[in-house]
């Protein structure tokens, strides 16, 4: 029921599209999505994930989102809480998860962040190479009211080579507020 409620306010109540999907036979991997420069990231990404009938997929947020009195929402619907104010091995962790599991994916936002930043945070990068799974690069296009799903794509451990691939990927997709995209 709620698949065909976001499905009907996506296509055609806000009128966006969808190009691209998820290899359901792939069992472990991570999105990245951006350019992340609004909170409507989230509402769009929600409503796609049950459109794509992939609500496995957790996601990664800040750890204030999960405090009352919303805490249990963001829970409910996948979300893992992260203490943004000190550093802790989140990579290590991730992996562990990764490694424990014969089936799981996670989302994250790359950039860390809905503020301007000059380059992604490469936590993402070292998840995949570590747990050996691949990355789904994932674009939330304002401009075209367009989501675009790429290929899912194995880092090759040459993290130049692969984040230049990852960025290129990027450079055409225009968030809410492309300002606070990367340039």
């Known amino acids: 029921m709620i ?13 966006w599209k969808i190009f691209g999907d998820f290899d359901t036979s792939v069992k472990k991997y991570i999105v990245i999505v951006a350019p992340h420069t609004s909170n409507w990231d989230f509402v769009i990404g929600i409503m796609v994930r049950s459109i794509l009938k992939i609500t496995d997929v957790k996601f990664i947020g800040k750890s204030q989102l999960f405090k009352w009195p919303y805490g249990f929402i ?19 962790a991730v ?34 190479v570590k747990a050996k799974i691949p990355i789904y690069k994932v674009g939330f296009d304002f401009s075209k009211k367009l989501i675009v799903i790429d290929k899912p794509f194995s880092p090759t451990g040459n993290m130049d080579k692969d984040m230049t691939l990852i960025m290129d990927f990027y450079r055409s997709i225009r968030g809410k507020h492309p300002e606070l995209g990367l340039s």
């Not at 619907?77 to 203490?83: A, F, L, Q």
């Not at 503020?115 to 992604?120: A, G, P, R, S």
């Open 3 to 15: 698949r065909a409620i976001y499905s009907f306010i996506f296509f055609k109540v806000i009128k």
């Open 74 to 92: 963001f829970r409910a619907m996948g979300g893992h809480p992260v203490d943004r104010s000190k550093h802790n091995n989140l990579v290590e």
């Open 95 to 128: 992996v562990e998860i990764f490694n424990a599991k014969e089936k799981f994916a996670v989302t994250i936002a790359p950039e860390g962040t809905r503020k301007k930043v000059d380059k992604f945070k490469t936590g993402f990068y070292h998840i995949a």
